[in-house]
C-alpha cells in the first residue's frame, strides 16, 4: 500500500484538534486518506497517514509548505514523503562494538540481495567506522564518551538521509520513545534469546545460568516496551553441558545475522505485518513460512492429546468441550 501512496507523519505533543487540523487541511486540496494510523504514549502524539495525492488541486512544493505551516502553528513536526522519494528505500544501521550483524547486512547489500541501499551506519561508540568505510558507506558517531546517545542528533540523521527503515545490528542502548514513535514498525532488532525469554541485557548469560537446554535469537520490530515487539524471525541452537557464555556467543551469532537479514528481507519487500502484536505473511508472500520450517513441524508427534478419557466415559455420544468447560485453573 504505502509504495503508491504518500505518506505523512505528525509528531508531537499531545493536545486537542492535531488530527483534525490536518485532515481538514488534505480534504480541502483533494487529498483522499486511505489509512490512519494514530496513539499517544509518555505524553507524545504520533499519527501515520497514508493519502493518495495522485488527483490533489496543489503541488507538491505548495503542500509541503502549508504543512510547514500547519507544524509550526501546532508546535509538532510533520513530515511528507511522496511515492516518488521512496524509490530506493534507504536503511540506517544502529551499531555499537559487534561487527558480525553489519557485516551480514554490507555483505548481503553488496551483492544485491538486500533490496534497499544502506544509506548510513551510526554508533554510539566509534568502534565499527573502518568496516563502514571499507564499503564506503557514511558513519557519524552520536554518542558521548560513555556512549549514551544524543537522540536530537540521530533524529537529525535519520532525516538527512530521509530513512525508511532503522536496523538495530547489536545497538546497544535503548531507544527513546521520540524516535520509536517517529519510525513506528520501521526499527528492527536482532536479540539475542528466544523472546520472550531473557529480555533485557546479558541474554547468554541468563541462558546459561538458567540451565536451558535451547537457546536461540530473536529479529522482532521494536516498541517502546523493551524486547516486546512484535517477533519477525528466530533461530534455535543447542546448548551443549558447560558451555561457556563465549561458547554460547559463538553458536548464536551467526544466528543472529541470519535472523536479522531474514527479517529485514521480509520487510522491504512488504512480505509480513502486523496485527494485534502479532507478525503474519501478507498474501503473495510466496512459499516463506514464519516460525520452524515444515519438515521440522511435520516431525513433532500428533498424538496423544486430551480428549480420550471423554470418549471412553461418553461413548459415542462425546462432545468436544468448550473454553466454559475448560478448569478455572491448571497445573501448567
Sequence with gaps: MTRELTEITVIGGDKTGLIARVTTL???????IEDLDQAVREGIFRMTLHADTSEMVCTEETLRAALDELADDLGVDIRIR???DRETKQIAVLVTRESHCLEALFEAWANGDLGADIGV???NRDYLRPLAEHYDVPFHDVGDEKGSPDEDALLEL???YEVDLIVLARYMRILGPNVVFRYEDRIINIHPSLLPAFP???AYRQAKEEGVRIAGVTAHYVTTDLDQGPIIAQRAFNVPDDASVDELKARGQPLEAEALLEAVQLHLNDDVTVHRGRTSLRDGAGDYQ???PEEADRANPDRPIDGKADVLRNGSDAV???????PVQSDD
Design 320 to 326: 468436544e468441550e468448550t473454553d466454559s468447560d475448560a
Design 290 to 292: 514464519l516460525g520452524m
Design 82 to 84: 511522496f511515492p516518488a
Design 121 to 123: 551506519v551510526i554508533g
Design 200 to 202: 533485557g541485557a546479558a
Design 158 to 160: 535519520l532525516d538527512d
Design 26 to 32: 488534505l480534504f480541502e486540496r483533494g487529498i483522499n
